[in-house]
């Protein structure tokens, strides 16, 4: 019965792979989201003041961040909890797959959670004119808190390895 109901959990987690693929199509809405934002500054470009057209830019950049967060979640995910990928040889292989753990995982994703987070503050910031001071504060204390849970995140990391 044991040795039944261990191979039942570990065969589990396949149950992960749906969830991964679901990202792959998270990826591909969010690739057709920056296509039409690109396509719809076009039009404007000659007519847009400078920050407006920064703030764009902002914005691509978050969705391009956005995009390799879901990469690295949907390929080290999978890698780490379901199974290895394996490519042919001579195939194009990123150098971090199958290096990053669960640990450097969580790592990943909070540096990048962090930065996304340090560009919508740029791009509010960029705007502060339209928010009360009230919001500024809160703008600044809820990205902090991601900062310090990253490094919190880090440290406690470290320390495990030790």
Not at 61 to 64: C, E, N, T, Y
Not at 103 to 111: I, T, Y
Not at 143 to 153: E, P, Q
């Given at each position: 019965m044991e040795r039944f109901a261990e191979k039942f959990l570990y065969a589990s987690r396949w149950l992960l792979a749906p969830i991964y693929l679901g990202l792959s199509f998270g990826l591909l809405v969010l690739g057709i989201k920056f296509f039409q934002e690109v396509i719809h500054i076009f039009p404007i470009i000659l007519e847009t003041k400078e920050a407006d057209l920064v703030l764009i830019i902002l914005s691509l950049?978050?969705?391009?961040l956005v995009g390799g967060l879901i990469v690295m979640v949907m390929l080290s995910g999978y890698e780490n909890f379901v199974s290895t990928i394996d490519l042919d040889e001579g195939a194009d292989k990123l150098h971090w797959l199958g290096k990053m753990d669960a640990?450097?995982?969580?790592?990943?994703?909070?540096?990048s959670?962090?930065?996304?987070?340090?560009i919508h503050l740029l791009k509010i910031?960029?705007?502060?004119?339209?928010?009360e001071t009230e919001?500024?504060?809160?703008?600044?204390?809820i990205?902090?808190?991601?900062?310090?849970?990253?490094?919190?995140?880090a440290y406690v990391d470290r320390m495990n390895q030790h």
């Open positions: 950049i978050d969705l391009s640990g450097s995982l969580k790592q990943k994703v909070a540096a959670i962090v930065a996304i987070s340090s910031f960029m705007n502060a004119q339209n928010y919001q500024l504060k809160w703008f600044v204390i990205h902090l808190t991601f900062v310090v849970s990253a490094i919190g995140m």
